[in-house]
Protein backbone atom coordinates (compact mmCIF):
# COMPACT_ATOMS: atom_id res chain seq x y z
CA UNK A 1 0.00 0.00 0.00
CA UNK A 2 2.74 2.49 0.35
CA UNK A 3 3.87 2.21 -3.02
CA UNK A 4 0.58 3.15 -3.99
CA UNK A 5 0.02 5.93 -1.49
CA UNK A 6 3.38 7.96 -2.59
CA UNK A 7 1.93 8.36 -5.98
CA UNK A 8 -1.16 9.68 -4.30
CA UNK A 9 0.68 12.68 -2.79
CA UNK A 10 2.46 13.65 -5.57
CA UNK A 11 -0.96 13.87 -7.48
CA UNK A 12 -2.17 15.87 -4.11
CA UNK A 13 0.48 18.48 -4.46
CA UNK A 14 -0.17 19.29 -7.98
CA UNK A 15 -1.25 22.78 -7.68
CA UNK A 16 -1.62 23.30 -11.49
CA UNK A 17 -0.53 23.88 -8.48
CA UNK A 18 -2.21 24.03 -9.36
CA UNK A 19 -0.57 24.91 -8.46
CA UNK A 20 -1.45 26.12 -7.65
CA UNK A 21 -1.88 27.32 -12.09
CA UNK A 22 -2.82 29.40 -12.48
CA UNK A 23 -1.68 34.07 -15.52
CA UNK A 24 0.73 37.51 -16.17
CA UNK A 25 0.38 40.71 -14.69
CA UNK A 26 0.64 42.43 -11.44
CA UNK A 27 -3.18 41.49 -10.73
CA UNK A 28 -0.97 39.64 -9.54
CA UNK A 29 -2.12 37.15 -11.74
CA UNK A 30 -3.65 39.14 -14.70
CA UNK A 31 -2.12 40.46 -17.44
CA UNK A 32 -1.75 44.57 -17.62
CA UNK A 33 -1.95 47.00 -19.84
CA UNK A 34 -2.39 50.60 -19.75
CA UNK A 35 -6.11 51.15 -20.51
CA UNK A 36 -8.47 54.54 -20.57
CA UNK A 37 -10.69 54.59 -17.63
CA UNK A 38 -14.24 54.59 -17.43
CA UNK A 39 -16.29 57.70 -16.10
CA UNK A 40 -16.59 56.19 -12.78
CA UNK A 41 -12.91 56.34 -12.61
CA UNK A 42 -12.58 52.17 -11.92
CA UNK A 43 -10.44 50.16 -14.58
CA UNK A 44 -11.63 46.53 -13.88
CA UNK A 45 -9.63 43.17 -15.38
CA UNK A 46 -10.52 39.74 -15.72
CA UNK A 47 -8.04 37.40 -17.23
CA UNK A 48 -8.07 33.18 -17.19
CA UNK A 49 -4.57 32.37 -17.74
CA UNK A 50 -2.85 28.68 -18.11
CA UNK A 51 0.56 27.42 -15.45
CA UNK A 52 1.88 24.63 -16.89
CA UNK A 53 3.94 23.74 -13.30
CA UNK A 54 6.05 21.47 -12.08
CA UNK A 55 6.46 20.47 -8.28
CA UNK A 56 8.84 19.22 -5.97
CA UNK A 57 9.17 18.67 -2.37
CA UNK A 58 8.06 17.12 0.86
CA UNK A 59 4.75 15.51 1.36
CA UNK A 60 2.89 13.38 4.46
CA UNK A 61 -0.69 12.10 4.53
CA UNK A 62 -3.03 8.87 6.00
CA UNK A 63 -0.08 9.16 9.41
CA UNK A 64 2.50 7.69 6.39
CA UNK A 65 6.07 8.87 6.73
CA UNK A 66 7.03 12.17 4.72
CA UNK A 67 7.71 11.34 1.30
CA UNK A 68 9.90 13.28 -1.62
CA UNK A 69 8.45 13.94 -4.62
CA UNK A 70 9.64 15.10 -8.05
CA UNK A 71 6.60 15.57 -10.60
CA UNK A 72 6.55 17.67 -13.88
CA UNK A 73 3.79 19.25 -15.81
CA UNK A 74 3.38 16.47 -18.10
CA UNK A 75 3.23 13.68 -15.27
CA UNK A 76 0.58 15.84 -13.30
CA UNK A 77 -1.00 16.48 -16.47
CA UNK A 78 -1.76 12.61 -17.29
CA UNK A 79 -3.48 12.44 -14.16
CA UNK A 80 -5.38 16.05 -14.33
CA UNK A 81 -9.75 15.65 -13.96
CA UNK A 82 -10.01 19.19 -13.92
CA UNK A 83 -8.78 22.70 -13.71
CA UNK A 84 -9.26 26.53 -13.19
CA UNK A 85 -7.23 29.31 -12.96
CA UNK A 86 -8.25 32.88 -13.16
CA UNK A 87 -7.45 36.29 -11.84
CA UNK A 88 -8.95 39.41 -11.55
CA UNK A 89 -8.14 43.52 -10.60
CA UNK A 90 -10.45 46.70 -9.89
CA UNK A 91 -8.24 49.89 -10.00
CA UNK A 92 -9.32 52.84 -8.75
CA UNK A 93 -6.07 56.00 -8.82
CA UNK A 94 -3.28 54.61 -6.98
CA UNK A 95 -5.65 51.99 -5.27
CA UNK A 96 -6.30 48.58 -6.21
CA UNK A 97 -8.33 45.42 -5.16
CA UNK A 98 -7.01 42.03 -7.06
CA UNK A 99 -7.58 37.93 -6.58
CA UNK A 100 -6.28 34.64 -8.00
CA UNK A 101 -8.23 31.66 -7.50
CA UNK A 102 -6.19 28.36 -8.81
CA UNK A 103 -8.36 24.79 -8.32
CA UNK A 104 -7.43 21.39 -9.23
CA UNK A 105 -8.65 18.18 -9.10
CA UNK A 106 -6.48 14.79 -10.12
CA UNK A 107 -7.35 10.95 -10.39
CA UNK A 108 -5.70 8.29 -10.11
CA UNK A 109 -6.23 4.45 -9.53
CA UNK A 110 -3.60 1.51 -9.31
CA UNK A 111 -3.49 -2.02 -9.10
CA UNK A 112 -2.32 -3.96 -5.78
CA UNK A 113 -0.16 -6.80 -6.10
CA UNK A 114 -1.61 -9.47 -4.62
CA UNK A 115 -5.55 -8.70 -4.62
CA UNK A 116 -6.03 -9.79 -0.84
CA UNK A 117 -6.74 -6.55 1.17
CA UNK A 118 -8.38 -4.80 -2.44
CA UNK A 119 -7.65 -4.93 -6.02
CA UNK A 120 -7.49 -2.07 -6.98
CA UNK A 121 -7.56 1.76 -5.34
CA UNK A 122 -8.95 4.60 -6.61
CA UNK A 123 -6.98 8.36 -5.47
CA UNK A 124 -8.95 11.93 -5.66
CA UNK A 125 -6.86 15.04 -4.99
CA UNK A 126 -8.53 18.37 -4.75
CA UNK A 127 -6.26 21.57 -4.34
CA UNK A 128 -7.58 25.11 -4.05
CA UNK A 129 -5.46 27.89 -3.79
CA UNK A 130 -7.41 31.56 -3.74
CA UNK A 131 -5.59 35.05 -2.85
CA UNK A 132 -7.50 38.18 -1.88
CA UNK A 133 -5.44 41.41 -1.71
CA UNK A 134 -5.02 45.56 -1.71
CA UNK A 135 -2.57 47.80 -3.17
CA UNK A 136 -1.17 50.89 -3.11
CA UNK A 137 0.99 52.65 -5.94
CA UNK A 138 3.98 53.82 -4.53
CA UNK A 139 5.69 54.98 -7.96
CA UNK A 140 3.01 55.97 -11.19
CA UNK A 141 3.47 57.50 -14.55
CA UNK A 142 2.93 57.16 -17.96
CA UNK A 143 5.49 54.47 -18.39
CA UNK A 144 4.13 51.82 -15.80
CA UNK A 145 3.60 51.59 -11.77
CA UNK A 146 4.93 49.84 -8.55
CA UNK A 147 2.51 48.77 -5.32
CA UNK A 148 2.74 47.46 -2.64
CA UNK A 149 0.22 44.84 -1.88
CA UNK A 150 -0.77 42.55 0.89
CA UNK A 151 -3.84 40.18 1.50
CA UNK A 152 -4.84 36.83 2.73
CA UNK A 153 -4.42 33.30 0.80
CA UNK A 154 -6.72 30.73 1.55
CA UNK A 155 -5.31 26.67 1.47
CA UNK A 156 -6.85 23.89 0.74
CA UNK A 157 -5.58 20.30 0.16
CA UNK A 158 -8.26 17.33 0.09
CA UNK A 159 -7.12 13.48 -0.92
CA UNK A 160 -9.78 10.72 -1.01
CA UNK A 161 -8.50 6.73 -1.10
CA UNK A 162 -11.47 4.30 -2.05
CA UNK A 163 -10.42 0.28 -2.29
CA UNK A 164 -12.17 -1.90 -4.94
CA UNK A 165 -12.64 -5.83 -3.84
CA UNK A 166 -10.63 -7.54 -1.02
CA UNK A 167 -11.14 -7.59 2.44
CA UNK A 168 -11.36 -3.52 2.20
CA UNK A 169 -14.21 -3.27 -0.70
CA UNK A 170 -15.65 -0.21 -0.29
CA UNK A 171 -13.79 1.59 2.63
CA UNK A 172 -12.76 5.29 1.84
CA UNK A 173 -10.74 7.53 3.86
CA UNK A 174 -9.92 11.26 3.42
CA UNK A 175 -6.88 13.35 4.78
CA UNK A 176 -6.13 17.29 3.91
CA UNK A 177 -6.08 20.46 5.58
CA UNK A 178 -7.36 23.95 5.57
CA UNK A 179 -4.66 26.90 6.49
CA UNK A 180 -4.83 30.97 5.97
CA UNK A 181 -1.49 32.53 5.28
CA UNK A 182 -1.18 36.59 5.25
CA UNK A 183 1.07 37.77 2.38
CA UNK A 184 2.81 40.93 1.61
CA UNK A 185 4.98 41.95 -1.22
CA UNK A 186 5.16 44.15 -4.62
CA UNK A 187 3.81 43.94 -8.05
CA UNK A 188 4.54 46.08 -10.93
CA UNK A 189 4.73 47.02 -14.99
CA UNK A 190 6.94 49.35 -17.10
CA UNK A 191 5.83 49.69 -20.67
CA UNK A 192 9.26 49.49 -23.10
CA UNK A 193 6.78 50.85 -25.97
CA UNK A 194 3.14 51.90 -26.44
CA UNK A 195 3.08 47.74 -26.71
CA UNK A 196 5.14 45.95 -24.82
CA UNK A 197 6.06 46.16 -20.89
CA UNK A 198 7.44 44.07 -18.24
CA UNK A 199 5.45 42.89 -15.47
CA UNK A 200 6.33 40.65 -12.64
CA UNK A 201 5.34 40.55 -8.73
CA UNK A 202 6.86 39.19 -5.43
CA UNK A 203 4.82 37.92 -2.54
CA UNK A 204 6.01 36.35 0.89
CA UNK A 205 3.68 35.44 3.71
CA UNK A 206 2.99 32.92 6.88
CA UNK A 207 0.23 32.33 9.01
CA UNK A 208 -1.14 28.46 9.00
CA UNK A 209 2.49 27.85 6.94
CA UNK A 210 5.60 28.52 7.82
CA UNK A 211 6.35 30.05 4.79
CA UNK A 212 4.23 30.55 1.84
CA UNK A 213 5.48 32.73 -0.90
CA UNK A 214 4.84 33.33 -4.81
CA UNK A 215 7.16 35.19 -7.35
CA UNK A 216 6.72 35.81 -11.52
CA UNK A 217 8.23 37.80 -14.20
CA UNK A 218 6.44 38.20 -17.72
CA UNK A 219 6.52 39.77 -21.15
CA UNK A 220 3.08 41.55 -21.95
CA UNK A 221 1.67 42.72 -25.47
CA UNK A 222 -0.94 44.96 -25.35
CA UNK A 223 -3.29 44.09 -28.80
CA UNK A 224 -6.33 46.75 -27.73
CA UNK A 225 -7.13 48.71 -24.78
CA UNK A 226 -9.24 46.12 -23.78
CA UNK A 227 -7.00 42.75 -24.56
CA UNK A 228 -3.53 41.85 -23.75
CA UNK A 229 -1.65 39.03 -23.11
CA UNK A 230 1.68 38.02 -20.97
CA UNK A 231 3.83 35.12 -21.36
CA UNK A 232 6.65 34.71 -18.74
CA UNK A 233 7.72 32.19 -15.99
CA UNK A 234 5.99 31.68 -12.25
CA UNK A 235 7.38 30.01 -8.86
CA UNK A 236 4.95 29.19 -5.94
CA UNK A 237 6.05 27.61 -2.88
CA UNK A 238 4.36 27.36 0.60
CA UNK A 239 5.76 24.85 3.85
CA UNK A 240 2.79 23.69 6.01
CA UNK A 241 2.41 21.00 8.57
CA UNK A 242 0.12 19.82 11.66
CA UNK A 243 0.11 17.87 14.41
CA UNK A 244 -1.62 15.06 13.03
CA UNK A 245 1.36 14.63 10.44
CA UNK A 246 0.13 15.60 7.47
CA UNK A 247 2.96 17.85 5.34
CA UNK A 248 2.93 19.82 2.43
CA UNK A 249 6.21 21.24 1.99
CA UNK A 250 6.32 21.93 -1.96
CA UNK A 251 7.49 24.53 -4.75
CA UNK A 252 5.97 24.72 -8.32
CA UNK A 253 7.40 26.39 -10.97
CA UNK A 254 7.15 26.84 -15.19
CA UNK A 255 5.83 28.76 -17.55
CA UNK A 256 2.77 30.56 -17.53
CA UNK A 257 0.14 32.30 -19.82
CA UNK A 258 -2.30 34.67 -19.88
CA UNK A 259 -5.25 36.66 -21.63
CA UNK A 260 -6.47 39.81 -20.03
CA UNK A 261 -9.79 41.40 -20.94
CA UNK A 262 -10.05 45.14 -19.80
CA UNK A 263 -13.63 47.11 -19.01
Same mark, same amino acid.
Given at each position: ?20 ? +? ?18 ? +? ?68 ? !?????? %? ?7 ? !? ?26 ? +???? !? ?17 ? !?????? %? ?45 ? %? ?32
Amino acid at each position: MKAILVPVVVFCAGLAIASPG +WSADVAPLAPEAKVVESPTG +WTITAAPYFWAAGISGDTAQFGLPEVHIDSSFSDILQNLDFAFMGAGEARYDRYSIFGDIIYTKLGADGH !TRRGIL %ADSVDVTSK !TFAGLLGAGYSVLEDQSGHLDIVGGVRV +WSVD !TNIAFNGGILDGRERDDGA !TWVDAM %AGVRGNYFFTPEFYLTGWGLVGGGGADVDWDVAVGLGYKFTNTVSAV %AGYRAMGVDYSNNDGFVFDVVEQGPILGIAFHF
